[in-house]
């Protein structure tokens, strides 16, 4: 059930993204008079299908994308005989508008379905829009070693400023097993600390060991628990423990060294503060209070206007972090175990889709912009290669060659099929223990 769940939610998620993407592309060219050939979801062998005004609409053998065929695109022969509804009898404005538009449909379904999220209320960590102020220091960690300590605050990571603690996971998350240099501000100082970042899970995530002032928020509460016992509720947030301010690293710890021993934990209800006095019940050697505990979370909810504007900023915000991410991984900062193929993709498909229906709407956002950027690069083969060749030619004031027309698009199928087998073997290799090591014997 889990390979078939995997599967269905990989076609669902695939399939509305190729649809909005191929859409665009077949939507302008009907517009501007280009015949479409086919429509196909999918590659290689047609599998089933119905034509209709001239197109073939299809489903193909291999569901890692899809395409639309345009009558003469990629023949570039200038002897042969080119109809009114060719895609080479258009103009240069005309045929770059038929090639951006798949990206542009992706992004505009990323703007609206964050849209929808924020109309309908998103719960998200509080945070994570904070000012970087350190609370937490994991013992052992780089940023301990380095002599990093709470109350720094951080402002800028290998000199690019960041102003909330989204945007320093973001960079040192980015950066496993790399030397980071991290500017804070301690009272009146500011200090430039260089410190190496180790790499945890099996994405080889960036690994600092600072983290911000969380509270902890009771998220569920076992039947018959000494939390149930003692009034504590869902939504009650933790400030102290006898008097002490805890954070969500070592509120678990303080209950965990007190087995049956009586502790006032001070906490928010809805904007009351009250105290209640629990007693944790001896599990093994540790104290347990029977509760699922988590970040403090705050709820945003928009009405129409707003909630585009600000899926218009997040859409911004997400699509520089994505060109920052391709920057680094080219320079070497970021390490290729954090790229996801289909594989992948499937796999948080398939979580998304088990979540429930807002959390696969915010999935397919993510990955619908990130398809749009990635569309854009100037690869042959990909959107971008097209319109970066149609850029050449408008600066030049004449089409290429057909040879180097030909030679360009040789490179780029070259390319492709190498990006297409790297992404699937970089998936494949994370789930083996020894990394690509694990390869060598083959």
């Not at 190496?196 to 099996?202: I, L, S």
């Not at 994505?322 to 680094?328: A, E, G, M, Y």
């Amino acid at each position: 059930m889990t390979i078939l769940g995997t599967i269905v939610a990989f076609l669902i998620v695939f399939g509305i993204l190729v649809f909005i993407h191929e859409f665009g592309h077949f939507f302008v060219a009907k517009l501007v008079g280009v015949r479409v050939e086919v429509f196909s979801f999918g590659y290689g062998k047609r599998l089933i299908g119905f034509k209709k005004g001239g197109t073939d609409y299809r489903l193909s053998l291999i569901p890692m994308g899809g395409y639309v065929k345009l009558l003469g695109e990629g023949m570039f022969d200038k002897d042969r005989e080119i109809a009114p509804d060719d895609f080479m009898a258009k103009t240069r404005w005309e045929r770059f508008l038929i090639m951006v538009m798949g990206s542009v449909m992706n992004i505009i379904l990323a703007i609206v379905l964050v849209a929808i999220l924020n109309m309908a209320g998103v719960t998200v960590p509080e945070y994570q829009n904070q000012t970087p102020v350190i609370g937490w220091i994991d013992p052992g960690s780089p940023a301990e070693k380095v002599g990093l300590m709470v109350d720094d605050q951080i402002l800028k990571i290998n000199g690019r400023p960041v102003k909330t603690w989204h945007e320093v996971e973001i960079a040192v998350g980015s950066r496993p097993d790399r030397l980071i240099t991290v500017e804070i501000k301690r009272g009146e100082e500011i200090l430039q600390i260089p410190l190496k970042t180790d790499k945890v899970t099996k994405y080889e995530m960036g690994y600092a060991g600072f983290r911000a002032k969380i509270l902890t928020q009771i998220m569920m509460i076992n039947p018959g628990s000494p939390a149930e016992k003692a009034g504590l509720k869902p939504g009650d947030v933790i400030l102290a423990v006898n008097g002490q301010p805890v954070f969500f690293y070592n509120f678990v710890k303080k209950i965990e060294e007190n087995p049956e021993k009586p502790l006032v934990l001070t906490v928010d209800r809805q904007g009351q503060q009250l105290e209640v006095t629990v007693i944790p019940r001896k599990e093994g050697n540790v104290g347990k209070i029977g509760i699922l505990q988590g970040p403090k979370s705050i709820t945003k909810k928009y009405s129409f206007f707003p909630a585009f504007a600000q899926s218009f900023r997040e859409n911004a915000r997400n699509t520089f972090l994505v060109i920052n991410f391709l920057k680094d991984l080219v320079t070497g900062q970021a390490s290729t175990k954090q790229l996801g193929g289909p594989i992948e993709i499937a796999s948080f498909s398939y979580a998304a889709m088990k979540m429930g229906l807002l959390a696969m709407i915010s999935w397919i956002a993510i990955i619908s912009l990130q398809l749009g950027i990635l569309n854009l690069l100037p690869i042959p083969v990909f959107d971008g290669g097209q319109i970066f060749v149609l850029m050449i030619e408008g600066i030049i004031r004449r089409d290429l060659s057909p040879k180097m027309r030909e030679i360009w698009m040789q490179i780029g199928f070259v390319i492709f099929v190498f990006i297409i087998v790297f992404v699937i073997l970089n998936d494949i290799v994370k789930r083996l223990p020894s990394g690509w090591k694990s390869l060598i014997p083959f």
